[in-house]
């Protein structure tokens, strides 16, 4: 596949680095020289200093062979701009591009980018997609990461395991035969920054952080299995007013009416601006490090503080502050790789990495076969892939036990007609199921083409 990147920042050198790893020709288009430079010294790729929008820088990058571009520059009218030129001068087929501003993505104004006004087929907000990531990590608490898929009927969680845990060195296929109505599957534990996908001989230890899947219907019932028995929040201070911000208070204001929210924001006009649109959320204005406002905020009472402003080194300090204070629960927006490793020996217990949301959404259009969901995990040491299996794919009509599944990948649940399937040895995949698929970075390739669409199915 030939890819044309727009922006070479976090997002978009992770996504090139992503796609030449498996062997794709990628060009990145980039008006700062540096990151440039970057790109060319760091991946076998082809870096191009100019704006994406130009019609000569992009004909420059092959857009008239090209088979997708991928707009992610900081600014959303470069990459509405360079989706409709990629569209009108050179028909390239697929136009993904990321776009910050709300006014732009409200619902009334739904059909600017049909294919007849700004030919957009893939519309990525960071803002939005964090929001959601956040609210679902605020109704599981105990989880650091809460995955959907096949409209939310299985969820994929992640939990960190500690002594309380009741089935640490536990055999894994022994938790079929103590717990047999429960709809659950692990599917992948990191351990030692190794990510393993387990066999059923293998157990869980303390430390390990684990990833399961599990019937949506049945999560509240598994956390306990994973040492994880947090009540819910009923009161939040969120650092940062923000668009993720305000569009996460808005949401818990819809959502959740009996949830107390609080807003602390450092600039005054901004927070006169969110305090309007906030119906029930009380707005401070001042500074998140100050003692005295953190105390005026109750965060002695708060059971989730939420850290969410544009400067990760504030983030931190003031979710180690909050908690420090009395908060139960710190969920911190960081955007440096660098701070990552760092966060659980600090006390900090969600991270949320804009750059690894917006990367995952932007892969699901990327996977050759019938994706419908994915998620990339540990920068990319794996991913949660949710396929729709066709009448070809090699994986349906024979029982599971039968499949030589490649080491490193392993299924983790089925829906077939609305109803949740927990894959077992005699399990047999039928076409149109939707296929939830953990998978070692190695091992992406041999899930996409399990689900490709092949010559005879035409």
Known sequence: ?????????????????????????????????????TINDSLDAKGLVGSGSHPDVLERAGAADADMIIAVTYGDETNMVACQVAHSLFNVPIKVARIRAQPYLLPVWANLFSRDHLPIDVIISPEIEVAHTINRQIQVPGAFDIIPFAEDRIRVVGVRLDDNCPIINTPLRQLTELFPDLAIVVIGIYRNEKMIVP?????????????????????????????????????????????????????????HPSIKIRIIEARRERAEEIADQLSRTVVLHGDALDTDLLEEANIKAAETVVALTNDDEVNILSSLLAKRLGARTAITLVNKAVYQPLMGSLGIDVVVNPRATTVSSILQYVRRGRIRGLRSLRDGSAEVIEAEALETSTVVGKPLRDIALPRGIIIGGIVRDDVVIIPRG????????????FALREQVKKVEEMFAVRLEFF
């Open 1 to 37: 596949m030939q890819v044309i990147i727009c922006g070479a920042g976090q997002v978009g050198f992770s996504i090139a680095r992503e796609l030449v790893t498996e062997g794709n020709d990628v060009t990145v288009i980039d008006q700062d020289p540096q990151l440039v430079r």
């Open 199 to 255: 066999a059923g001989e293998d157990q869980m230890f303390p430390g390990d952080e684990v990833y399961f899947a599990v019937d949506t219907k049945h999560l509240n019932r598994a956390m306990p299995l994973f040492g994880h028995e947090e009540p819910e929040a009923r009161r939040i201070v969120i650092i940062g007013g923000g668009n993720v911000g305000l569009f996460l208070a808005s949401k818990i204001e819809q959502e």
């Open 426 to 437: 005699d399990t047999k995949i039928a076409p149109k199921d939707r296929v939830i698929i």
